[in-house]
């Protein structure tokens, strides 16, 4: 089982920043991709960005050279540093990873996501 723990949501006013963190605990082999996700009131949860074990990047078109997203994988961590903040960033961001929990089994888990609030 995975335990994704998230911080770094709060309020901030447009052109701001913040940086969530996102740290994996439990019993698993390996993570695999890990990324974050957000969902606003009355809409789907949809992608916001994606980093693979090796490093590779996928970012949603709407936070695109504004938003970068990384990880420390000696720390089971991933980060989204987000730039140039919009009210219409506004949303509950959530954490997600891959993992590999033993051989042959994968498995997805979610945090408990974390608010960001851009507004003046």
């Known amino acids: 089982q995975v335990q994704l723990e998230e911080s770094g949501g709060g309020l901030v006013q447009p052109g701001g920043s913040l940086r969530l963190s996102c740290a994996a605990s439990?019993?698993?082999?390996?993570?695999?991709?890990m990324g974050w996700y957000r969902q606003a009131p009355g809409k789907e949860r949809e992608l916001v960005a994606t980093?693979?074990?090796?490093?590779?990047?996928v970012y949603a078109d709407f936070v695109k050279g504004r938003f970068t997203v990384s990880r420390d994988n000696a720390k089971n961590m991933v980060y989204l540093q987000m730039n140039a903040l919009k009210p219409e960033d506004t949303s509950v961001y959530y954490c997600?990873?891959?993992?590999?929990?033993?051989?042959?089994?994968?498995?997805?888990?979610w945090g408990q996501g974390t608010q960001v609030t851009v507004s003046s």
């Open positions: 439990g019993s698993f082999l390996r993570i695999n991709a």
């Open positions: 997600n990873v891959d993992t590999l929990l033993r051989v042959g089994v994968r498995g997805r888990s």
């Open positions: 980093i693979t074990s090796d490093d590779r990047t």
